[in-house]
């Protein structure tokens, strides 16, 4: 059944606002995921050649639920760039160096 404006009902419409600072985007090159019963923590992380300590510059915590549904709408979005611009080439896996997290404070 379709309402007035002919969406189904039941249907919701979403208004997102997003902020400029945002709009830019934050630039990372590798991702660290964690898990607990309840969430997902994601931990996008900027590591720079030669420089020995890497920033985590930007951390999304999302139910189990949700990285469920992320990760299908990520493997959907693959598919479909990989249709348009050809196979993504992986450079053979899990990076090669080692990786501490310290806490804020911590050397």
Known sequence: MQDDNGQKK????????L?????EGVYSNLAMIAHSNSEFVIDFIRL????????????IIV??????????????NIEK???????????????????SFGTPGEA
Request: no cysteine.
């Open 10 to 17: 039941g249907d919701q419409q979403i208004n997102v606002e």
């Open 19 to 23: 902020s400029e600072d945002v709009a």
């Open 48 to 59: 720079m050649p030669g420089v020995p300590k890497a920033k985590v510059k930007s951390r």
């Open 63 to 76: 139910t189990p639920d949700h990285a469920k549904r992320l990760l299908s709408a990520l493997k959907d």
């Open 81 to 99: 760039y990989e249709a348009a611009f050809g196979k993504i080439n992986q450079s053979g896996g899990a990076p090669q160096f080692p990786i």
